[in-house]
């Protein structure tokens, strides 16, 4: 079992930048792919991107490709999204997704834990 607690959302002015963290528990962090996905009221969970369990490989989504950049800390048991160049269609709650699976799933039924989300919120 993993849980998975987000943190640094918040409100933040178009062109500006958030960095966000994921922290996780137990003792197996190192073996989960680890994915960022949003969500906005009425829309499908959205994925951001992705990150390989040894952090050597990555995977955008072309929204945010330039822009973000995924990463993890294995001895600190934390994924984080840096999210620079932010626009007002960023705006959604984050969450942060484990999976079981060594592969760089796209979509939410690849992962097997979710985080509760953390608010961005980009005004123009």
């Known amino acids: 079992q993993v849980q998975l607690v987000e943190s640094g959302g918040g409100l933040v002015q178009a062109g500006g930048s958030l960095r966000l963290s994921c922290a996780a528990s137990g003792r197996t962090f190192s073996s989960y792919t680890m994915a960022w996905f949003r969500q906005t009221p009425g829309k499908e969970r959205e994925f951001v991107a992705v990150i390989s369990w040894t952090g050597g490989n990555t995977y955008y989504a072309d929204s945010v490709k330039g822009r973000f950049t995924i990463s993890r800390d294995n001895a600190k048991n934390t994924v984080y999204l840096q999210m620079n160049g932010l626009k007002p269609e960023d705006t959604a709650v984050y969450h942060c997704?484990?999976?079981?699976?060594?592969?760089?799933?796209?979509?939410?039924?690849?992962?097997?834990?979710w985080g509760q989300g953390t608010q961005v919120t980009v005004s123009s």
């Open positions: 997704a484990a999976g079981v699976r060594r592969m760089l799933g796209r979509t939410a039924a690849g992962y097997d834990y």
